[in-house]
């Protein structure tokens, strides 16, 4: 049996614990396949993503070539399931893509769904020993890409952070805000799983909070708080001061994100709360409080409130317009249309939007309906969503919430899956890879059967 324990990626019948795997000699394979996985994981985010097609496609390339050499070391009833599933997806991605006579539409999101697929399966061949580094790694990637965005609101480099609606937003290497925060949201959950009583795992998720809120993106931070519940409570309770601390931090730059002059002052209070995060560590034994002290604490907190949003009334403002969310009601109205010139087979990948406003042409179109799930109904027809559909019963089926670790694994896997709602994520090779990364963290290691 199993037992949860904070920090620890705990698994009863893990792979490790297989007699063969055990005496074999040498480094373990799956483990190497792993680091690769990683390793592309990192490469794509560092190259925009991955979205642009000649990346895209050497994500597709080194994608089989990972999913090939797991499937030879060997993979779980289950893990089958997905390659079957997914693989099937990406297929029939390709078949629409070449029947409507446009082979290279495939790319981007054929090399995404490749690629989930890929790291999903280094991920989840991992043993027990290994779980727990590959989700610090994870955390890592999110932290790094965090600390990049803000820096880059703070000075204003661009395309480290992009103008939108006149306020400076984090896109770190990305160069797409709602992308990077996505990433930083997918990250933070898995980081929820480390053991926070150690100084570098806080640092990293008030890194990867502040990078979320400084990214302004709100598909993004609705994913993160939609999978929390997910979160066991003992992670949520050593998580609240560095998560706290990163909001904060993420307030403050959004605050200064429209033509203010103090932004170096702000960085440098943003490093100070970073620091800070790392210093003082969760409280080990419940603190008993008198009554009106809770009092006290409680409407301090609602001021401080009130007074950040008066503070941020502009930028709030700005985010909330129905402007700017009124285009996402267009654009799911355009992707139904498209699919039902052609309900079965689509009509071939990524094909332009056209708006329509009245029931009427509107002159404007869109690449994307920032919808995946409307995006793939439209474009690869009934035949596509059903594919989807299976795909994710037979990876949600793999999932295995065992532990703290898996748990908090299983919870970046839903946010992912939530934000994909708002936006066109998985056309960036680099956000499926990570939700990848995090759904095979979320299996248990111990199915990791060998079927040669």
């Not at 480390?194 to 931070?221: H, I, N, Q, T």
């Not at 100070?272 to 006290?296: C, E, F, Q």
């Amino acid at each position: 049996m199993s037992r949860p324990e904070h920090g620890i990626w705990l698994v009863g019948d893990d792979a490790s614990s297989d007699p063969e795997r055990r005496t074999r000699p040498g480094v373990d394979r799956r483990f190497i396949v792993a680091v690769l996985a990683a390793g592309l994981t990192i490469a794509a985010t560092y190259r925009q993503g991955g979205f642009y097609r000649p990346d895209a496609l050497a994500v597709t390339i080194a994608a089989l070539v990972l999913v090939v050499v797991s499937l030879l070391i060997g993979v779980d009833r289950r893990g089958l399931a997905v390659a079957a599933s997914v693989g099937a997806l990406a297929a029939w991605w390709l078949c629409t893509a070449a029947i409507h006579h446009h082979p290279m539409s495939f790319l981007p999101l054929g090399a995404s769904i490749v690629g989930f697929l890929a790291v999903f399966l280094a991920m989840r061949g991992l043993a027990t020993e290994n779980r727990e580094s590959a989700a610090l790694g994870l955390a890592v990637l999110g932290a790094a890409t965090a600390a990049a965005g803000l820096v880059a609101v703070a000075l204003r480099w661009y395309p480290l952070a992009i103008p939108d609606q006149s306020l400076w937003r984090a896109a770190a290497t990305l160069t797409y805000s709602n992308a990077a925060g996505s990433l930083m949201a997918i990250a933070l959950l898995v980081a929820m799983g480390l053991d926070l009583r150690s100084r570098w795992p806080r640092v990293l998720v008030c890194l990867m909070a502040a990078g979320l809120v400084a990214s302004e993106s709100r598909g993004a931070a609705l994913a993160g708080l939609v999978a929390l519940p997910l979160i066991p409570l003992g992670s949520l309770k050593q998580a609240v001061r560095p998560v706290v601390l990163g909001v904060i931090a993420g307030l403050l730059e959004v605050a200064t994100s429209f033509g203010s002059t103090l932004q170096p002052v702000v960085l440098g209070v943003v490093v100070v709360l970073v620091v800070l995060a790392g210093v003082v560590p969760p409280r080990s034994r419940p603190l008993k409080i008198d009554r009106r002290v809770v009092v006290v604490v409680a409407g301090t907190s609602v001021l401080a409130l009130v007074l950040a949003v008066v503070a941020l009334h502009s930028e709030i403002a700005l985010r909330l317009d129905p402007a700017s969310t009124q285009v996402r009601g267009y654009e799911w109205s355009a992707a139904l249309a498209q699919w039902r010139t052609s309900p079965l087979i689509g009509v071939g990948p990524d094909a332009l939007l056209i708006l329509r406003s009245m029931g009427r042409a509107s002159g404007h179109f869109a690449h994307f309906a920032h919808n995946e799930y409307l995006q793939v109904l439209a474009d690869a027809g009934l035949v596509g969503l059903s594919l989807l559909g299976l795909a994710g019963i037979c990876v949600g089926r793999s999932v295995r919430r065992i532990d703290v670790g898996t748990s908090c694994a299983a919870a970046a896997l839903v946010a992912a899956a939530v934000a994909a709602c708002f936006d066109f994520d998985w056309h960036l090779p680099a956000l499926a890879l990570a939700a990848g990364w995090a759904a095979g963290l979320a299996g248990n290691g111990s199915d990791a059967v060998k079927h040669k």
